[in-house]
């Protein structure tokens, strides 16, 4: 089945810093989710992106879909960016299967 | 904004206790989820449906049983709870298998 790994496992800011987070994948996904789950554990969904490049807000995500992998850019960084942030690649029309997570603490 | 509600928010058991979580939304979507999230493991998918009356095996369904007796609700139910069952247990909701899921608060349930 679906193997998802990110990394880092966990990352450290001084706010205002950049952050790039990576998702890699075992096999080919149709639909990739990022995720943020804050301290106190709601989860909220960022942005899907199968492919290609797409923003929103300070956030960036390229998923190269050949290559099974996709990245997470946070630009300048807010010590309310501080949490968990899950990537998950659909399998073959199953639901989502989710990374074990990059824990982010970003301080001012 | 969509509304995924659960309920109980926390809640103690004892082991071969009979627990039912609730999940209940109001996003009039068709698809909805139970995942559960240990530490190190991140979310793991127990069970979904995507009409009522009608529930699918996700990947670690055994121990678990749910129910969708409406489009809005959709139950989790541990017949004999074990102690491997402590965990936060989520559940979402999306308007199809590859729509963005909306996820509810989670429910922390401890079996003692």
């Known amino acids: 089945g679906q193997q998802v790994q990110q990394s880092p496992a966990s990352l450290v800011l001084q706010e205002g810093e950049n952050a790039e987070l990576q998702c890699n994948f075992s096999?080919?996904?149709?639909?990739l989710q990022w995720f943020y789950q804050s301290p106190g554990g709601s989860l909220v969904s960022l942005l899907s992106?199968?492919?290609g490049t797409k923003h929103t807000g300070r956030l960036t995500s390229t998923t190269v879909t050949k290559e099974r992998r996709s990245s997470l850019h946070i630009s300048s960084s807010q010590t309310t960016d501080s949490g968990t942030y899950l990537c998950?690649?659909?399998?073959?029309?199953?639901?989502?299967?989710f990374g074990t997570g990059t824990t982010v603490s970003v301080s001012p | 904004e969509a509304a995924v509600t659960q309920s109980p928010r926390s809640k103690v058991a004892v082991t071969g206790g009979k627990v039912t979580l609730s999940c209940h939304q109001t996003?009039?979507?068709?698809?909805m989820y139970w995942y559960r999230q240990d530490t190190g493991h991140g979310l793991r998918l127990i069970h979904y449906?995507?009409?009522?009356?009608?529930?699918e095996k996700g990947d670690i369904p055994d121990g678990y049983k749910a129910s969708r007796p409406s489009q809005e609700n959709f139950s989790l139910i541990l017949e004999l709870a074990s102690l491997s069952q402590t965990a936060v247990y989520f559940c979402?909701?999306?308007?199809?298998?590859?729509?963005?899921?909306?996820f509810g608060p989670g429910t922390r349930l401890t079996v003692l």
């Open positions: 979402a909701s999306s308007e199809d298998i590859y729509a963005e899921q909306f």
């Open positions: 096999s080919t996904a149709t639909q």
């Open positions: 992106n199968p492919s």
């Open positions: 998950a690649p659909y399998q073959g029309g199953r639901a989502l299967i």
């Open positions: 996003n009039n979507h068709d698809y």
């Open positions: 449906s995507y009409v009522a009356d009608s529930t």
